[in-house]
């Protein structure tokens, strides 16, 4: 097979990708061009938040043809039905015979929380102290958001385990609000919680989860945005999006018992101050919510003690 790579500044990105499609080739990858050099400039966002600029100020596009097809011809047919590319620079590329599926599982490496929770995919193992002591959890990539290799799932973790060890009872109501892939809620089950609640407006996200818990071997209940939920609850994470997070404030501080935990992530250190002034007002019965912890420019908000 080929691969045909260029660059360009257009920012009609999507209506370009079509057209290669459209002209047969077997698959188009859009990504920055100036990704890990010293102009790459990462872009924040949230679903529902304008944008002012586009993705990248520069493009690079890779497009994979199948093996009888000529680059070179390919390329004047493009060239043909999109002329502002017709003095353009290109590359072509060759592409060798490559283990895909490797090469996918790779990507996703096991998080270890000291030697008390691993999480990875079912082609790893974890090490003998986590069999032998710790806790397991079997997660492989899929459509629904938390493998363990995300900042944010990892603060919520790290967290989750010191939430329920500080609840010092024996039958810990949790609701994970907006589950993805089930992790959070299918850690806090196996730390011991008694009732585990998680919900999803994704169907796929809800279905996802129930599998996942099976194949775990916990029992969590899944609710998806129509069902009515029976709180108050011990412990209240919710690992999401800074504006959703804000939405849901009435509902997440009213359904956290007072003298409860509640954790909240998926957000950028840049918005935590704006996070903890949409919460303050909500908070009379939720004492100390503050920053946790940072990492890789996302953090974690809660009331969790100090360890």
């Known amino acids: 097979m080929h691969e045909i790579v260029f660059e360009t500044s257009l920012s009609d990105t999507d209506a370009i990708s079509d057209l290669l499609i459209g ?6 990858t859009v990504e920055d061009a100036q990704a890990n050099r010293p102009d790459e400039s990462p872009l924040f966002g949230e679903p529902g938040m304008p944008t002012a600029v586009q993705a990248w100020p520069t493009s690079k596009f890779m497009v994979l043809l199948d093996i009888q097809t000529a680059p070179a011809q390919f390329w004047v047919e493009f060239c043909g039905q999109d002329s502002r590319f017709a003095d353009w620079l290109y590359e072509i590329r060759e592409i060798g015979e490559r283990d895909w599926v ?17 999480v990875g995919p079912h082609w790893t193992d974890p090490p003998a102290q986590f069999i032998d002591h710790g806790i397991v959890i079997r997660l492989d ?11 944010t799932t990892q603060l919520c973790l790290e967290q989750l385990v010191h939430a329920i ?3 010092r009872s024996t ?9 993805g892939s089930g992790i959070l809620a299918i850690a806090a089950a196996k730390l011991g919680a008694a009732e585990v609640h998680a919900v999803d407006i994704d169907p796929i996200a809800v279905k996802t989860a129930r599998d996942n818990a099976s194949e775990n071997q916990v029992t969590i209940t899944l609710h998806d945005a129509e069902d009515a939920l029976h709180g108050p609850f ?23 018992r007072p003298g409860g935990y509640l954790l909240l992530s998926g957000i950028l250190s840049r918005q935590a101050e704006e996070i903890l002034l949409a919460y303050h007002p909500l908070t009379q019965h939720i004492t100390s919510l503050r920053v946790l912890d940072e990492r890789d ?8 003690p100090s360890k």
Not at 23 to 28: I, K, Q, Y
Not at 171 to 179: E, F, T
Not at 238 to 254: C, G, V
Request: charged share 15%; aromatic share 8%.
């Open 23 to 28: 002209l047969g080739a077997l698959s188009v």
């Open 102 to 118: 490797a090469e996918t599982q790779r990507q996703f490496t096991p998080f270890a929380l000291r030697d008390e929770l691993w």
């Open 141 to 151: 990539p899929g459509m629904a958001f938390g493998t363990g290799s995300h900042a």
């Open 165 to 167: 060890r500080a609840t």
């Open 171 to 179: 039958s810990v109501r949790l609701l994970d609000m907006g589950c």
């Open 234 to 256: 011990d412990v209240v994470v919710a690992n999401i999006l800074s504006q959703p997070l804000k939405l849901l404030a009435p509902m997440l501080t009213r359904y956290t």
């Open 297 to 304: 420019g996302w953090v974690c908000i809660g009331n969790i």
